[in-house]
C-alpha cells in the first residue's frame, strides 16, 4: 500500500533533520533555504509494541513490521502559488502525498536563520495555508469554467458537483482550507476528484528546543489556539533532540537518554504512530512459525481486500478468514488454546477488519 505523507514546511524548520530521524535515507541538512531541492522520500517500520507480544507466543524465525512512506519536501516561501522559490515543484509534489506533516519551528536559536528574520510559527503556518490555498482557488475555479458548460444537461451528478464546488470556491475566498467543509457521503467522491492540496488530512508538528520537549513553551500554545478549530492533531518534538537519539547506537544509551529528559519514548516513534493514523490505515497481523507480519489496509476493508494486500490472488480465490482478536490470543497464549475459549472465529466477504485482527485466510484460485 503506496500511501505517502509529506513533510512541509518554510525553510530552517527542521524538516529534513526530522526526516533523517525518521528514515535511513540520509538527507541533507543545512543551515540555508532550498536544501533539500528534490523530494527524499523514506520507507519507516512503524514501531508497534504489539509484535514483540507476538513474538515471544509464537517464536517465529522472523518479524516484519508493516511500513509507511514519509517524504521530505522542499521549504516554501511566499508566492509559492505564483511560481516564486521553488513553489511549482513543491506544490507538485506535495499534491502526490496522502496526507500532510506541517512542520512549524517553535524554538528561538539564533544561530538557525528565519526564512523571515523572526519566529513565529502561527504566521509561518499561515504563509504555507494561504499558498496552499491559492493554487487550489486556480484549481477549483478552471473545474468551475469546465462545469458550467455542461450544466445546461440538467445532470443531477453536475449540478451537485457544481454546487460543492462552488462551497469549496467561496471556503478557500474566505481564507479557509477545503478540509474544514463539512460533507455528506455522497460528496464524498466529488471533492476526491478535485484533487485540492488543502483537502488532505494535516498533523501540525511543534519542532522545540531541549527544555519546551516535555511540556511546550509559549510557541507550542500559539499553534494549538490557532488551529483549535481544524479538528488536527498537535504533537511536540525537539528534532534535534532526535537526532542525538538516532545518533546512539546501544538501546540502553538510547532509554538513559530518554530518561533524563523524562520522556518514555522517543519523539519520532509518536511521530509515525500519529502519522499512521492520519493516513486513516489500520494493522492486522499474520502469525505462524515462519513468520509474525504486520499488514497495513486502508480503515474499512473488507476479509478480501485485506487478503489482497498480501497477494491478489487471495482476493480473487477468497473463501473465508479465521480471526482471532489480538487480546485474545494474548490472554489465551496460543490458537488452539483460543479455538478452545470459543473466541476463534470464520468470517465471510462482508467482513470489515479491524485494527489486530489476527489473520488466516482460506482461498482457491
Avoid at 540555508?32 to 522520500?41: A, D, R
Avoid at 506533516?101 to 504566521?123: E, M, S, T, Y
Avoid at 538516532?246 to 537518554?257: I, P, S, V
Wanted: aromatic letters at 6%.
Amino acid at each position: 500500500m503506496s500511501l505517502k505523507c509529506g513533510i512541509v514546511g518554510l525553510p530552517n524548520v527542521g524538516k529534513s533533520t526530522l526526516f533523517n530521524c525518521l528514515s535511513n535515507a540520509k538527507a541533507q541538512s543545512a543551515n540555508y533555504p532550498f536544501c533539500t531541492i528534490e523530494p527524499n522520500v523514506g520507507t519507516i517500520s512503524v514501531p508497534d509494541p504489539r509484535l514483540a507480544k507476538l513474538e515471544a507466543l509464537v517464536n517465529p524465525q522472523r518479524v516484519l513490521p508493516t511500513t509507511m512512506e514519509i517524504v521530505d519536501i522542499a521549504g516554501l516561501v511566499k508566492g509559492a502559488s505564483k511560481g516564486e522559490g521553488l513553489g511549482n515543484q513543491f506544490l507538485a509534489n506535495i499534491r502526490e502525498t496522502d496526507a500532510i506533516i506541517h512542520v512549524l519551528r517553535c524554538f528561538d536559536d539564533g544561530n538557525v536563520i528565519h526564512v523571515d528574520g523572526k519566529v513565529d510559527p502561527v504566521a509561518d503556518k499561515e504563509i504555507i495555508d494561504i499558498e496552499l490555498q491559492l493554487k487550489d482557488l486556480e484549481t477549483i475555479e478552471k473545474r468551475i469554467a469546465g462545469l458550467v458548460r455542461t450544466l445546461k444537461s440538467g445532470d443531477k451528478d453536475i449540478v451537485k458537483e457544481h454546487k460543492l464546488a462552488e462551497r469549496v470556491k467561496t471556503t478557500l475566498e474566505n481564507g479557509e482550507s477545503a478540509r474544514t467543509i463539512e460533507l455528506d457521503e455522497s460528496e464524498i467522491p466529488f471533492m476526491n476528484s478535485f484533487h485540492l492540496i488543502t483537502a488532505k488530512p494535516v498533523l501540525y508538528l511543534c519542532n522545540v528546543d531541549e527544555a519546551s520537549v516535555k511540556t511546550g513553551n509559549g510557541h507550542v500554545d500559539a499553534v494549538k489556539n490557532a488551529v483549535k478549530d481544524e479538528n488536527a492533531e498537535v504533537l511536540v518534538i525537539g528534532a534535534k533532540i532526535e537526532a542525538d537519539i538516532t545518533e546512539l547506537e546501544e538501546y540502553e544509551e538510547r532509554q538513559m537518554f530518554l530518561e533524563e529528559l523524562g520522556l518514555e519514548e522517543p519523539g519520532v516513534n509518536r511521530l509515525i504512530r500519529s502519522a499512521y493514523d492520519l493516513l486513516a490505515l489500520k494493522t492486522y497481523f499474520t502469525a505462524g512459525e515462519k513468520e509474525v507480519r504486520a499488514w497495513t489496509i486502508k480503515t474499512g476493508m473488507t476479509a478480501p481486500q485485506a487478503a489482497g494486500v498480501i497477494h491478489t490472488d487471495f482476493e480473487k480465490g477468497f473463501i473465508r478468514a479465521e480471526v482471532m482478536k489480538y487480546n485474545d490470543f494474548v490472554e489465551f497464549g496460543s490458537e488452539p488454546a483460543v479455538k478452545e475459549a470459543g473466541k476463534f472465529r470464520v468470517e465471510g466477504k462482508e467482513y470489515v477488519v479491524e485494527d489486530g485482527d489476527i489473520m488466516h485466510f482460506r482461498f482457491n484460485v
